[in-house]
């Protein structure tokens, strides 16, 4: 078994997606993208999160698709965008860019308790930290 299969094996046995959509969006992904230089277990974490919705996936399979075209090497492009992105938009969504920026560039992601978030997002970026901290296992 491969490392994309024992991904999907582990985050698909911890109950971590949603409906099939979100698993079937996170495995094209997946199928499309993991054998390009610039894949890390950092992108695969936001490729989960993007994965919960077809708005979300579309943006970055557009991103992904025009790194390929590009043979980008890194996701130091991606981080420019979401940083840029993150900027432009209301809390929650700009909490779940910053979510993705802290993923590609491994970094640690904490939401200040004094913000408001609304529950469903709340409920997006704890389920994320839980598949990143399987993603970070699978071996």
Same mark, same amino acid.
């Given at each position: 078994?491969? %490392? ?47 994965? %919960? ?87």
């Amino acid at each position: 078994m491969n %490392w994309k299969e024992k991904c999907i094996g582990e985050l698909t046995k911890s109950g971590l997606f949603e409906n099939s959509g979100h698993r079937t969006r996170f495995k094209e992904l997946l199928d499309c993208f993991y054998d390009k230089p610039f894949f890390t277990k950092g992108l695969c974490k936001c490729m989960y999160l993007s994965a %919960w919705d077809e708005e979300h996936f579309i943006i970055l399979l557009t991103t992904l698709t025009q790194m390929s075209l590009g043979n980008d090497e890194d996701t130091n492009e991606m981080l420019v965008i979401g940083d840029s992105m993150a900027d432009e938009e209301t809390t929650d969504e700009s909490l779940i860019y910053r979510l993705s920026i802290s993923y590609l560039d491994n970094s640690e992601f904490y939401v200040d308790e004094n913000i408001p978030l609304s529950p469903r997002t709340a409920y997006v970026i704890k389920r994320a930290q839980h598949a990143a901290m399987i993603i970070d296992e699978v071996h």
